[in-house]
DNA sequence: CCCCAAGTTGACGTTAACGTAAAGTGCGGA
DNA sequence: TCCGCACTTTACGTTAACGTCAACTTGGGG
């Protein structure tokens, strides 16, 4: 049975961030691992939230953006009809969000599709004096 | 003839950027407009660029990446074949990248879907009690 | 028992991306 | 002519997200 829980050490290792990011994003209510007397236990729930924010952190968002995904996958038991409006809300925004992104990445494909062409143009067009040494 | 040119102020609205986030873009080597004795002048490119930058930010990409990605688009005359094979090489690591970006996205949207799936029926199973008065 | 690797808590340093305040320039209108 | 507004440069301040020591403690091996 695949060992159930982790030490700081190996998640830092496993997913390629170092120790001292790990216990930030603690400071800043991320994360909130058990303890065995002092030292930190991290459960795979703690290694999903952490995933969580990477991912978010690639796509640009700031840990306050994470930590508010973080919030929306919990629908804490305490939450009131009034909370849970508010949750679907924000839930919609990040949504929205997302597919602003998705029109922006399309955008970024088709602009780079361009410079390619223009670059192999350029290629093939080029001064072939300035080959940089690889015919004999 | 829609004006062809823009001051730093005009951008800065349409762009609802400030007119210090230009200037500084320009000292990052990002922009580099005509003046008109000391006034700085934008040309449509100068605006393209700009969104440009800005389309970046919102994908997370730092001033210097936008800067990269500019340049990509410019095979400028004075490319070589190494140059340009470089290029080509940026070029794949962007696409790469913004691939990888898609798989977050669409991970993240599935995400919501759960997480608003939960919700709703959290609020289908919640205490009444907690209704915060929209029932006569 | 002692050591070392891996853990811990401070605390200060650093980088990117601007914000903000100060002080001056240039120009179209009353 | 003087006002006001938009522009300019210079320079210091700020926030986020860590990096980088320093000075501990702690559990297991020789």
Known sequence: ??????????????????????????????LSP????????????????LK??????RLGFSLAESRELIELYNPDADNNQTQLKALLGKIAEK??????????????QIELDEAERRCQDAMRTADPSTLSGESA
Chains 1, 2 share one sequence.
């Open 52 to 57: 969580l924010i990477l991912r978010g952190k």
């Open 95 to 108: 949504r929205a969000q997302l597919l602003r992104q998705l029109h922006d990445i399309e955008v970024m």
């Open 1 to 30: 049975m695949t060992k159930k829980t982790h030490s700081i050490g190996e998640l830092a290792r496993e997913l390629d961030i170092t120790t001292r990011t790990i216990r930030f994003y603690e400071d800043m209510g991320l």
């Open 34 to 49: 058990e303890r065995r007397g002092q030292t930190r236990i991290y459960t795979p729930a703690d290694r999903v939230r």
